[in-house]
């Protein structure tokens, strides 16, 4: 039986939050571990929209904060699905800033988080096909497949030499 097949931008996800008091540390600006929280919650959603299963984040990868997000600005977190593959999903999300009263907006960081679909007893089950449809959703798909072998090798959970796209960028034989 053919796999099931679902658009990328089925999974969409948007949260918006503002900066309290609570969420920062002693500079004022939004701590970091507070955002992955919001970004992991975000990403995980996007991931049970397009699996309609309880998902597990597997991975997550390199997170960098490019401004900081300071006490009183809007956050918004933007995440949706890149790839489909076995039972795992990659996800992308991007996150912004807005200082209401300037309106000033500014990118803050992106990452890409990969979840697995678990069944009742939490083993990994198969997930639908992704199907992208913009240019930006072809051009992350088409790069996902070089994501997921870099951080399976990372992860030890491939061979180099199994990682035919990844070497493929590289110009190894
Ligand atoms: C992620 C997890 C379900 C994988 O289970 P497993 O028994 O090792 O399963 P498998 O080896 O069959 O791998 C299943 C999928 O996970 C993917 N995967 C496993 N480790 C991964 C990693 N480090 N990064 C990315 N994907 C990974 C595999 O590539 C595979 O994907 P595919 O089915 O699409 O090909 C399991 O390791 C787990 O439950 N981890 C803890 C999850 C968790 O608690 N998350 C919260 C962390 S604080």
Redesign the pocket.
């Known amino acids: 039986m053919s796999k099931k097949k679902k658009f990328a931008k089925e999974s969409l996800v948007t949260k918006t939050e503002l900066v309290l008091p609570n969420d920062t540390n002693t500079l004022n600006n939004l701590m970091g571990g507070r955002l992955m929280h919001w970004m992991d919650v975000v990403s995980a959603i996007a991931a049970q929209k397009h699996s309609n299963r309880i998902v597990?984040?597997?991975?997550v990868d390199n997170v960098s904060f490019h401004a900081p997000i300071r006490l009183g600005n809007v956050v918004t977190l933007v995440a949706k699905v890149t790839r489909?593959?076995?039972?795992?999903?990659e996800v992308h999300i991007k996150v912004s800033a807005e200082d209401v009263p300037s309106g000033q907006r500014f990118d803050s960081n992106e990452a890409f988080f990969?979840f697995?679909a678990?069944d009742e007893n939490?083993?990994?089950t198969?997930?639908p096909e992704l199907v992208p449809e913009s240019d930006e959703e072809v051009l992350l798909f088409d790069g996902a497949l070089r994501r997921?072998q870099l951080?399976?090798v990372l992860?030890k959970?491939m061979k180099p030499n199994e990682a035919i796209e990844l070497k493929s960028i590289f110009n190894i034989d």
């Open positions: 597990v984040t597997a991975s489909a593959f076995n039972s795992s999903m990969t697995v678990v939490s083993k990994p198969g997930v997921r951080r399976l992860a959970r």
